[in-house]
């Protein structure tokens, strides 16, 4: 509620906020620009930082921020929205206090960084970003590694400068998911589902340029970064650097993620996804077991197996087939992890009731073993717990084949009883 008491208030300033820089830019007053960037917090939401950016004039007692991160959830079927990747995110200005004070109450850094810009450079920036919050202006359809607050930022400061960025080669070459891992390191369960959710698209190598998504790798691309102008100049892109908020939380590891209290931990995860399909797949070995030591086949546990596997497969397929959210269109789990699964379940049932045999398990140890056989061939880092999945799941038509085989082999033996006694 305080949230959205705090974003209404800033809705209802919008007006006159803009009415005044509009005003003031007219004036030949000097003109400060400052990248900001805020550290990683501790919800989801948080993980991965927010950039910022700030316009001043101080002669005139205007300090603004430009904010690319915000989004109406009240606006129509927003959650089916955001499924689809069809997210629209709006450019908000919002008054310094305001900002900060968010940051202050989380426990996160503001670090600030002066951008060398001429008057002309910054006149222009910032009208750029006056007419980019219009209402007719500010919505745009976000894109978590393409097109974020953060990348938002950056374009519009290449596209404004006299001449060009000279970027230095100061980020290290990684892929999308490897940065991810590096904010999710202390959120086991944030980052196996964004390995579950994410495909091969995340596992090539990206160019600095496209590494500047996160926040904190665009702070340390602009520290190194020259404007070239069209006579041949040069001149840092930074003109100062300074944190305004210095409310950072410990940073742990080599990692670099941000560390989390004991408490905050083990409050969300008691587990870890590994320990926890170590733990499942236990079980699966004791059901195997006691199948074949009762010679019967507990045909509740695969109809149970089945609903799960489908229903995780039914909202991978939907993604990749139907979702505009980044890189969720090549996932290869998917091979794992489908609706094929819910057709199993008549013929599972039928089976078990007229006690016949059915293709359904030879189907089923087809599918799951060529994905294991091919899997380490794939090129996709899988989620940690896909592979124990798949070796969880191929229990099933064994033990189905081996209680089967146990079976005739008794029944075959009784015949022959039966005869030797006639």
């Not at 955001?82 to 670090?111: A, H, M, N």
């Not at 998917?334 to 039928?350: D, H, Q, R, S, T």
Request: charged share 20%.
């Amino acid at each position: 509620m305080k949230r959205l008491l705090t974003l209404l208030l800033l809705l209802a300033q919008w007006t006159m906020v803009n009415a005044q820089w509009s005003m003031a830019w007219a004036q030949q007053d000097s003109i400060r620009v400052t990248l900001l960037t805020c550290s990683p917090g501790q919800e989801v939401y948080e993980l991965y930082g927010h950039t910022a950016i700030r316009c001043q004039q101080p002669e005139r007692g205007l300090d603004v921020i430009f904010n690319y991160g915000v989004f109406d959830m009240s606006k129509p079927h927003f959650a089916w929205h955001f499924v689809l990747g069809q997210t629209d995110y709006i450019v908000q200005p919002i008054p310094w206090e305001y900002f900060v004070k968010e940051y202050e109450e989380r426990g996160s850094s503001v670090t600030e960084q002066e951008l060398n810009l001429t008057q002309a450079e910054a006149r222009r920036l910032t009208n750029r970003l006056i007419e980019n919050s219009l209402p007719e202006n500010r919505e745009y359809r976000y894109n978590f590694l393409y097109k974020n607050c953060t990348t938002m930022v950056r374009d519009i400061v290449e596209q404004t400068i006299n001449g060009r960025i000279q970027y230095s080669d100061t980020l290290p070459h990684q892929t999308a998911r490897e940065i991810l891992h590096h904010y999710t390191a202390q959120h086991p369960w944030v980052q196996e589902g964004n390995d579950l959710l994410l495909g091969a698209e995340v596992d090539t190598i990206l160019s600095a340029h496209a590494a500047m998504f996160i926040p904190e790798n665009l702070m340390r691309a602009f520290d190194g970064a020259f404007i070239c102008t069209p006579r041949g100049d040069m001149r840092p892109l930074v003109r100062g650097k300074n944190t305004i908020a210095p409310f950072q939380l410990p940073r742990g590891g080599e990692t670099g993620a941000p560390e989390v209290s004991p408490r905050r931990d083990l409050e969300g995860y008691v587990l870890s996804p590994l320990h926890a399909m170590l733990a499942f797949g236990a079980f699966c070995l004791f059901v195997m077991l006691l199948e074949l030591w009762t010679k019967r086949l507990f045909w509740l546990w695969d109809v149970l197996l089945l609903l799960l596997q489908g229903a995780a497969g039914t909202l991978l397929v939907f993604l990749f087939f139907f979702s505009e959210h980044p890189a969720v269109d090549s996932n290869w789990q998917i091979w794992l992890l489908n609706p094929i699964a819910f057709g199993g379940i008549p013929l599972v049932i039928k089976a078990a009731f007229r006690h016949k045999p059915t293709l359904w398990y030879a189907f089923q140890f087809a599918l799951l073993a060529l994905f294991l056989l091919f899997s380490p061939w794939i090129p996709q880092v899988f989620a940690k717990i896909t592979v124990p999945l798949a070796l969880c799941l191929l229990t099933r038509p064994v033990s189905y084949c081996l209680v089967r085989s146990r079976g005739q082999g008794a029944g075959d033996k009784r015949k022959v009883n039966r005869k030797i006694s006639r």
